[in-house]
């Protein structure tokens, strides 16, 4: 997620509160989705068919689900939407959503589910056999997701329809374990494995879709259309809706590039940043995996959003900040989709990657009107700033990095440290051990950590094994300990 430019941070520093991968992997060893869905103007209803892959050495005699929905429901203990952002957001009034589940068979039987966790967040799905590592496990849901009237993720709005995580997803697998996803307002509080998706949406005929996956069939149905989409490798699945969108097209390698506008006078500038985004990090990081990238203009208080081949791109940005979030959702494609991440625990990793993936943009797109060194120069007394501020308001500061999301005590606070810091601690690195070698380490953090969950530990020891002595470095980032 997108919530701070370097053109802002240049113009107004007072804020206050190329390693090619060998194809996606065996398809047969990976989760499945079939979802098939309804959205009818206020609710998606549908069901969804999961086949889970036991690829972990543990034995599982339940299934744990996020349903991140359950957050905008009426009474939930977390609200989705930070104080800063609340009534931008909820312009129109509070609103509530939720998800209910309606039945859940496993192997062909319904069971008996609960619906728990700290917020009602979660779906717990005993099994009627225990499924040990290489086997598989497959459960029916029936689900409904009343949407609630909000700009966020998920949300109906004057101009589109968002659904995100409008579905009950796998929680991400941890030390052996399913883990839990508590909607935070700060940050993306978000962790999953990737999986293939076959997506069967209907929506009403004067809907345009942005969708995370390629489109692979379609009909109109009376005064409906039935989409299909699929998708490998994906961490989630997300949609767009409009009646509002133009589509604009073009090509990186072979990906369709779409990009869904309603208010751009420059969509053609639009389309090329990422454009160029895509031939840049794909020549730097490894070739763009997808067949498809739909950029999708939405109302969204916090600039942007990643998802798997889909990215928001808040749509009350101005010029130059509007074409970086272009840039610098786009880097989550690598950092986050492809190297995922526990974003809950560890979210400088996937944010300060692609922070820095953005100065590097830069770095070598000069017309842009940005250099290296003004970019971390203006990261230097952003963050400088920021430990000024909370010194005086708070008598101390916290600098430390290995900080989960409800440790921090505002979006303040968690884009300095998520963001900015992790931004200077790369640009940092790169001076210390020299191009070649912080290149090279990130290239076999990239390779390594391709389709699995990247800690703090597989970051440090990338960059051990391409030659830059860097444990050091690192632990005084993460202890807080170093003087910027």
């Known amino acids: 997620m997108r919530k701070i430019t370097f053109a802002i941070l240049l113009s107004l520093l007072i804020v206050l509160p ?7 992997g065996n398809s047969g060893s990976r989760t499945t989705y079939e979802i098939n869905c309804e959205f009818d103007g206020e609710r998606v209803s549908g069901t969804e068919t999961v086949s889970f892959f036991n ?23 977390y609200s989705p939407i930070s104080a800063q952002y609340y009534h931008q957001a909820y312009k129109w009034g509070d609103s509530f959503g939720g998800m209910e589940i309606s039945y859940v068979k496993a192997g062909g039987e319904p069971v008996e589910f609960t619906v728990g966790g700290e917020d009602m967040n979660i779906l717990s799905v005993p099994l009627k056999k225990e499924v040990f590592p290489d086997e598989r496990a497959t459960v029916e849901i029936g689900f409904t997701t009343d949407i609630a009237k909000v700009v966020a993720r998920t949300g109906i709005n004057g101009d589109t ?14 030390n052996g374990c399913f883990y839990e996803c508590v909607y935070y307002a700060n940050g993306d509080p978000f962790f999953s494995d990737t999986a293939d998706y076959t997506v069967n949406f209907t929506r009403d005929k004067k809907y345009f879709a942005a969708a995370s996956g390629k489109k692979v069939r379609e009909k109109t149905d009376g005064e409906k259309i039935v989409s299909g989409y699929e998708i490998e490798n994906a961490r989630s699945f997300a949609f767009v809706l409009s009646d509002k969108f133009q589509i604009m097209k073009g ?4 990906t369709e590039i779409l990009y ?10 639009s389309l090329s940043a990422a454009k160029q985004a895509l031939d840049f990090f794909g020549d730097k990081w490894g070739e763009y995996p997808y067949e498809t990238y739909s950029v999708v203009q939405t109302p969204f208080v916090q600039g942007g959003m990643e998802f798997t081949a889909l990215t928001y791109i808040g749509a009350d940005l101005e010029s130059a900040a509007y074409k970086e979030v272009i840039i610098h959702e786009t880097a989550h494609q690598w950092w986050q989709t492809v190297v995922g991440n526990n974003e809950i625990k560890h979210p400088f990793i996937d944010e300060g990657l692609a922070e820095y993936s953005v100065v590097l943009f830069y770095e070598t797109h000069p017309d842009y009107g940005f250099t290296r060194g003004s970019l971390i120069k203006s990261a230097e007394q952003t963050y400088k700033l920021y430990c000024s501020v909370y010194d005086k308001i708070a008598g101390a500061v916290d600098t430390t990095m290995t900080r989960a999301l409800p440790d921090y005590t505002s979006e303040y606070e968690y884009v300095n440290i998520a963001y900015v ?36 530990e597989s970051l440090v020891g990338a960059f051990e094994r391409a030659g830059a002595n860097s444990n050091g470095f690192f632990e005084s980032f993460f202890d807080g300990k170093v003087i910027i």
């Open 55 to 77: 690829s972990t050495d543990n034995s599982f005699k339940e299934l744990k689900f996020n349903l991140f929905a359950n957050a905008f429901r009426k009474g939930a203990k």
């Open 251 to 254: 090509r990186s390698g072979d």
């Open 161 to 174: 329809v968002n659904l995100a995580n409008f579905y009950p997803i796998l929680c991400g697998i941890e």
């Open 260 to 269: 869904y506008y309603y208010s751009d006078g420059t969509p053609d500038k």
């Open 18 to 24: 190329v390693v090619p991968l060998t194809g996606c």
């Open 421 to 456: 810091k992790a931004c200077i601690m790369f640009d940092y690195l790169r001076q210390t051990a020299g191009d070649a070698k912080f290149f090279a380490g990130l290239k076999t953090f990239y390779r390594e950590n391709a389709y699995k969950i990247a800690t703090p």
